[in-house]
């Protein structure tokens, strides 16, 4: 069981946004404006999309955006394109020990 | 080029000790946290733990703690995990993963990785 929460599977048509969630408690998302988002396709490293809740490093689309509410961090990808189709991970600093925890992964159709 | 290269693919059997390495070029390995992340066959990530070279500051996830031994040597920039008995369950692919230039430090914001190492245990 992961330390946070992710949908297993979400899915949208190109052009549309979808949105995923990560949930996790007042330890670790609540407590930090520290989440990062991975992509990572089939056979590949994970890539970094999002960190710090809502900053993207250089060279990722800004289709991408990453937000946060309470315990739950998001991240929205609009104008869906089918290279976004993969696995999305969130990941949050947790404090000293464990430091840092992994949502389970969302996986992105685009239909 | 920024590029982390990790060592190859091993196949060992149950008990038996292995180090996989990581190696670091075309920025300052030192001055960035290095971390190691498994991924079980079809499983997602796992954090296990992080290194700073510059000094070998080294925090584990309470999950790995006492399991693996993360290490560095700054002098050829390079990063290693190691295992003294391997188990079944260790086969997995282990990716590093380097901090970037303006994250908080050691907050998992990992934005340059190695390729992978599959390690696969069995007798």
């Known amino acids: 069981q992961s330390a946070l929460t992710q949908p297993a599977s979400v899915s949208g048509s190109p052009g549309q946004s979808i949105t995923i969630s990560c949930t996790g408690t007042s330890s670790d998302v609540g407590s930090y404006n520290l989440v990062s988002w991975y992509q990572q396709h089939p056979g590949k490293a994970p890539k970094l999309m999002i960190y710090e809740g809502s900053k993207r490093p250089s060279g990722v689309s800004n289709r991408f955006s990453g937000s946060k509410s309470g315990n739950t961090a998001s991240l929205t990808i609009s104008g869906l394109q089918a290279e976004d189709e993969a696995d999305y991970y969130c990941c949050s600093y947790a404090g000293s020990s464990p430091y840092v925890v992994f949502g389970g992964g969302t996986k992105l159709t685009v239909l | 080029e920024v590029q982390l290269v990790q060592s190859g693919a091993e196949v060992k059997k149950p008990g038996e000790s292995l180090k996989i390495s990581c190696k670091g070029s075309g920025y300052s390995f030192t001055s960035y946290w290095i971390g190691w992340v498994r991924q079980m066959p079809g499983k997602g990530l796992e954090w296990m733990g992080i290194?700073?070279?510059?000094?070998?500051?080294?925090r584990y996830s309470p999950s790995f703690q006492g399991q693996v031994t993360i290490s560095a040597d700054k002098s050829i920039s390079t990063a290693y995990l190691q295992w003294s008995s391997l188990k079944a369950s260790d086969t997995a692919m282990y990716y590093c993963?380097?901090?970037?230039?303006?994250?908080?430090?050691?907050?998992?914001?990992?934005?340059?990785w190695g390729q992978g190492t599959m390690v696969t245990v069995s007798s």
């Open positions: 993963a380097s901090e970037g230039i303006g994250v908080t430090p050691g907050a998992g914001a990992f934005d340059i």
């Open positions: 290194i700073y070279p510059g000094d070998s500051d080294t």
